[in-house]
C-alpha cells in the first residue's frame, strides 16, 4: 500500500487533515472534560490543576482550528464528497462545528480581554488586556459556557453519527475516511 499523502483525495482524508482532526477532537475533549470536572465536583485541587490549562489550550486550539479550516477550504476540490440524502445536513453540522470551534475560544480571548488582565499563553504575551468591563464580561462568559455545551452536544453527535451510523449501520466506509484504509 503506498504512503498516505498529505493532501486529501476524494477516497481520504491527507496526513494533515488527519492530524489537525485528531488533535483538536484529543484538545476538545479535554477542555470539555476539565469543565465537565468542575460541574461534577467543583473546584477539587485535581480540577483548579486540570482548568489551568484551558486557556492556553484554548489559545492553542484557536490557532490549530483556524488552521484546520484554511487546510480544509485549501483541499475543498479533493476532500471526500458528502453523498446521499443526508449530505446536506452533514456539511451544515460541519460549519456549525467549525464555527462553534473557532467562536468558542474568540469569545474566551475576548471575555480575558474584558477583564483587563494581560493574557501570556505559554509565556506569549498576546495583549495587556482592555479596560475592565465586567457587565459586558459576564455576558461573554454566559455565552462561552453555552456555546461550548453546544459544541460538546454536536461533538457527542457527530462521533455518534461516525460510530454507529456510517460505522455499524450503513458500514459505508465513511469512518475509514478519517481512519485510514484498511491494511493488507
Known sequence: MASL???????????????????????????????????????????????STHRPL????????????????INLRRRPAHAGKLGGIAVFSYLLLYLLMLGIPALGLYMTWLSGQPFTPLGIPLFDGGSANSERMMFARQWHGWLGWTLLTLIIGHAGMALLWHGLIRRDGTLRRMTGPRRR
Open 5 to 51: 499523502p498529505w493532501k486529501d483525495t476524494p477516497t481520504h482524508y491527507g496526513r494533515a487533515s488527519r492530524w489537525l482532526h485528531w488533535g483538536i477532537g484529543v484538545l476538545l475533549i479535554w477542555q470539555l472534560g476539565g469543565m465537565t470536572a468542575m460541574v461534577l465536583w467543583g473546584h477539587a485541587p485535581w480540577v483548579q490543576a486540570w482548568l
Open 58 to 73: 484554548g489559545t492553542l486550539l484557536l490557532g490549530l482550528i483556524a488552521l484546520r479550516a484554511l487546510w480544509a477550504l
